[in-house]
């Protein structure tokens, strides 16, 4: 380095010394990428609007507000043929978040039995999850969805063989059809003692953890939790007069009408996603316990724990900090995955949003929407697990 | 043309824009050698591959007729199937040349999509298929019935507004591909099949037992079928509805595949107008071809009702009548104008 400075500054020389001057090659190199990206940024939406224009078609997101004149097999809110585009989208919208959101629930229960089941000293259920894993890990996800729907609609009976099942549920290839509960007067009831109930206990809980470092006394806050949470509500239930009727399901010509219906589409690509997704979590939980040093567990075998106390509140919450951040990269496979319940017919985002640009024409406006929205899903997500992760980080003292 | 191929690049792989719609379509056609044409991904009789993998069908025969008008050989054809989804994008976007793909003429498809209609090949309506076993006679009994229909088509909203405006319930069953359609309908996930009723008696015949399903009387809609372009291509947009005409004019004047070379010799002016043997006939050229385009069409894929009959005729396993699709002098509503 010194060698430069002492040589005469010829021209040359002035420019060599910029080119090995990390700092000013840095620069050079960063301002290089971004004119990079926003030339070819500027040239992507430059040619799309120039092609626009020339094909002649209608575009902005004005269309959104049109009558959408189709039908969607499930919605979570009330949709009918006159509800607007932008309705229609927001439906698919909802129940991407229902699939997602129970799919990451089983996936992560599953997952977390797998990946400890493989761990187990147990040669058999070792072995069995070992197979789970591979098998599920092996497979392309639309194959096991077309497996499931295809598993639902072949072995169930047609819907007139349904399978009854007690309390007025029926089994058929068109679905899981129960009652459906309806609420009457003073039902505000029950919800507002659920909300009182998880305070209480949350309360009490705060309360045990402060008595049992002050005294070394134990509390069973689980089950005074489970008397408060499920006990409260019930006991409003019955103080309301018990205001809750069914509407059954009744066979009627083609179907059975009333009741609340769980699509079969919605069911193979619950279960699909879910065991899919749970062979990579076990694999996750897995590769973050064996994270966990041998001598962790050894310490606290000496120190006198049991193996329950050694797993609960020593082993776990380290292995947590290991296993969060790829827990949410398969959180947002599950998610993204979800969008191939279009294959089936699942009325998601996706298929709700396609058939909006199929409609309208709109090709470039409806997918705009769609990435926008499942990058706000998945950023949302991370989000959620960054200060999640951040929470059960190891707190240095 | 730098701007082309990096916006067919990135365009591809972001918006599936191939390449940009570019005037002249027949240039690009003749300089390539063959059409590009749009077709069902597997309709019988209207559009599907053969056991050794060749294209056949009414609409295919259609793609044929332009390519013999072209190109005086009916085989320069390549064919992009296309799902209900993909069709509109692949013609917008220039990855086929034109599309004849039982596609129902709309004003919306006209206007804002961008496209060209005018000839239509058949005319349909939307029907209902049910198993026979639930004994219904029209389609005013379906109410609560599950109903199996193909996203994005005009059917699916013409289902809603069906049920809609007859007070009827349904439960919609919604699929993107038509095999998914017919397979969910196979495995009795809905009890009605609704799609345009020649659509019905393609897919019929590949049911596992065609014999116990029934088509209900009722048409609930009107669908023009034919051929679309992209807008902004007049000489195009001519010679696709032109080759349509032409078709229909032979079966009006009584030339077929086999009469078409014997028909040269006619005295009929008219006739010799359209075969292109009158001197300083100037049709084929005005239109940008040569004036045997007409004769080309009816020798590569014969007239109208050779068209029809052979794919979907009587003789077929479709069987389905002329109806509205005989000529204007028998009835029907195919009629070309003159070609003078």
Redesign the interface.
């Given at each position: 380095m010194t060698d430069h400075a002492v040589i005469a500054p010829s021209e040359a020389g002035i420019l060599r010394s910029y080119i090995y001057d990390p700092k000013f090659r840095g620069i050079f190199f960063q301002l290089l990428t971004l004119i990079t990206v926003v030339v070819?940024g500027w040239?992507?939406f430059d040619?799309?609007v120039?092609?626009l224009a020339?094909?002649?078609?209608?575009s902005g997101y004005g269309f959104l507000r049109g009558r959408a004149?189709?039908?969607?097999?499930q919605a979570l809110i009330p949709y009918?043929?006159?509800s607007t585009y932008g309705r229609a989208i927001f439906v698919g919208f909802l129940n991407t978040v229902l699939v997602a959101v129970f799919g990451i629930i089983t996936a992560t229960f599953v997952g977390f039995i797998i990946g400890l089941g493989r761990l187990s000293k147990n040669w058999l259920i070792a072995r069995l999850c070992t197979v789970y894993v591979e098998i599920f890990r092996n497979i392309p996800v639309l194959l096991i969805i077309f497996f499931w729907y295809k598993g639902v609609?072949?072995s169930l009976p047609?819907?007139r063989d349904s399978i009854a099942l007690p309390f007025n549920i029926f089994l058929n290839?068109?679905g899981l059809a129960f009652p459906r509960p309806i609420w009457g007067d003073g039902a505000w009831l029950i919800p507002l003692a659920l909300v009182i109930g998880i305070v209480a206990t949350m309360v009490v809980a705060r309360w045990a953890k402060q008595r049992q470092i002050a005294t070394g006394k134990q509390f069973h806050t689980v089950r005074a939790g489970i008397g408060l949470i499920v006990g409260l509500p019930f006991l409003a239930f019955l103080a309301a007069g018990a205001p809750l009727t069914f509407d059954y399901p009744i066979a009627?010509?083609?179907?059975l009408?009333g009741g609340t219906r769980i699509l079969?589409e919605f069911v193979a690509l619950y279960l699909a996603l879910s065991l899919y997704t749970a062979s990579f979590i076990a694999e996750v939980i897995r590769a973050g316990i064996r994270g966990v040093p041998k001598g962790q567990s050894e310490a606290s075998f000496a120190l006198g724990l049991q193996p329950s106390h050694t797993t609960r509140l020593v082993i776990v919450p380290q292995a947590m900090r290991i296993i969060i951040p790829p827990l949410t990269s398969q959180y947002l496979n599950l998610t993204k995955n979800s969008s191939l319940g279009?294959?089936?017919?699942f009325?998601e985002l996706f298929?709700t949003t396609?058939?909006t640009?199929?409609?309208?024409?709109q090709?470039?406006e409806a997918?705009s929407i769609m990435l926008t929205v499942y990058l706000a899903i998945s950023i949302a997500t991370s989000l959620f697990m960054n200060w999640f992760n951040a929470k059960m980080a190891l707190v240095e003292r | 043309m730098k701007?082309t191929l990096?916006?067919a690049a990135?365009?591809a792989a972001?918006?599936?824009?191939a390449s940009?719609?570019s005037a002249a379509t027949l240039d690009n056609v003749k300089s390539k050698g063959f059409v590009q044409c749009g077709v069902n991904t597997g309709l019988a009789g209207f559009a599907a591959p053969d056991s050794a993998g060749n294209w056949t069908g009414f609409d295919v025969d259609y793609c044929k007729a332009v390519a013999a008008a072209i190109f005086g050989d009916a085989t320069k054809v390549k064919y992009t199937p296309t799902t209900?989804?993909s069709r509109?994008?692949a013609l917008?976007?220039g990855e086929v040349d034109l599309l004849a793909r039982n596609t129902t003429w709309t004003i919306?498809?006209d206007?804002?999509?961008?496209l060209n209609f005018r000839y239509v090949n058949y005319y349909d309506g939307q029907g209902f298929m049910v198993p026979k076993s639930?004994n219904v006679k029209s389609a005013l009994?379906?109410?609560?019935?599950?109903v199996c229909v193909q996203?994005?088509?005009t059917t699916?909203?013409n289902?809603?507004?069906y049920f809609?405006a007859n007070n009827l319930?349904?439960?919609?069953?919604?699929?993107?591909k038509l095999e998914?359609v017919n397979a969910?309908y196979q495995?009795?996930?809905?009890?009605v099949y609704t799609t345009d009723q020649s659509g019905l008696y393609a897919i019929r015949l590949g049911l596992s037992n065609p014999d116990e399903h029934v088509i209900l009387p009722e048409i609930i809609s009107k669908e023009p079928l034919g051929p679309a372009v992209?807008?902004?291509d007049d000489q195009w947009f001519d010679i696709v509805m032109w080759a349509g005409y032409a078709l229909v004019q032979a079966e009006e004047f009584g030339i077929t595949q086999a009469n078409v070379d014997e028909m040269k010799n006619s005295t009929n002016p008219d006739i010799r107008r359209f075969l292109g043997v009158e001197k300083d006939t100037k049709i084929g050229t005005d239109l940008g071809l040569t004036n045997e385009w007409a004769y080309n069409i009816v020798k590569g894929v014969g007239n109208y009702a050779e068209v029809f009959e052979r794919n979907i005729g009587q003789n077929t396993p479709l069987k389905i009548e002329r109806g509205l699709n005989a000529l204007w002098t028998k009835g029907g509503l195919q009629y070309a104008p003159p070609i003078r």
């Open positions: 070819v040239w992507i040619n799309t120039e092609n020339r094909s002649g078609t209608a004149g189709f039908d969607i097999g009918t043929s006159d609609l072949d047609q819907v290839n068109r009627g010509r083609f179907n009408t079969p279009v294959a089936i017919g009325p298929s396609s058939t640009l199929n409609q309208t024409g090709a470039v997918i | 701007k990096l916006s990135i365009g972001v918006l599936g824009f940009a719609a209900a989804q509109f994008t917008q976007s919306s498809r206007t804002a999509l961008g639930l009994e379906l109410s609560g019935a599950a996203s994005g088509t699916e909203l289902l809603a507004d809609k319930q349904y439960n919609p069953v919604v699929f993107e998914e969910a495995a009795g996930r809905c009890d992209r807008q902004g």
